[in-house]
């Protein structure tokens, strides 16, 4: 295993990008990896690091994360042909200097400091915002409950029997007693049980 290290690399955004790389290599040619070229770990990252930067350019950094196969997406902009190496980059290191990469394996992306407390706090504030949603939403469905079951009484049905007729007959919630609707007795509803929430918790001082 080679560290390959991830070098002015950027987002779709141009947001800097640090992290790491394993690269799984072997030598097959000794005298091509010895001769060929003064160094072949610096060879093998100078041709392997510009098709990373390739890659990561072309999402943002949330795509980046949430991508589970972007090994296999980098592992492919390596075979492909480029102009630089025609043959594509993993060939181009067997043919040129003996050295065979096995696999591309990421550590680990991550943006500066300073965008990842940004991108925590945005968290932190989506998660509240989905509780207080999910709190409104279910206080929605109770008060509505609350709502057909004062209707369903006082038409002398059960809170089944309403439901029921609402739903083969949706425009009779909000057609007039007159036409055989439920909209005064919905209205109603919904005032007096405005009233009891606004009257609760306060004292009673009404005198004589």
Known sequence: PYALVFVKCEDKNNLPLTGHATLLARVINPVKSNFATANFYDTMVGLVLPSVRECLKRFTYDEIRDKDDLDELIWGELNA????????????????????????????????????KATLTK??????????????????????????????????????????????????????????????????????????????????????
């Open 81 to 116: 042909p480029n102009p630089k190496n025609p043959e594509g980059v993993i060939n181009a290191l067997y043919s040129q200097y003996g050295v065979c990469i096995v696999a591309l394996r990421i550590v680990n992306i991550d943006p500066p400091e300073e965008f990842r």
């Open 123 to 208: 968290w932190a504030a989506e998660r509240e915002a989905d509780a207080a949603r999910a709190v409104a939403r279910k206080q929605a469905e109770e008060t509505e409950g609350r709502v057909v079951e004062a209707v369903a009484r006082a038409n002398g049905l059960t809170r089944e029997e309403l439901e029921a007729t609402l739903k083969a007959n949706p425009r009779l919630k909000g057609l007039p007693a007159e036409q055989g609707g439920y909209k005064e007795d919905f209205t109603h509803a919904r005032d007096v049980l405005k009233r009891d929430r606004a009257g609760d918790g306060l004292e009673d001082i009404r005198f004589g």
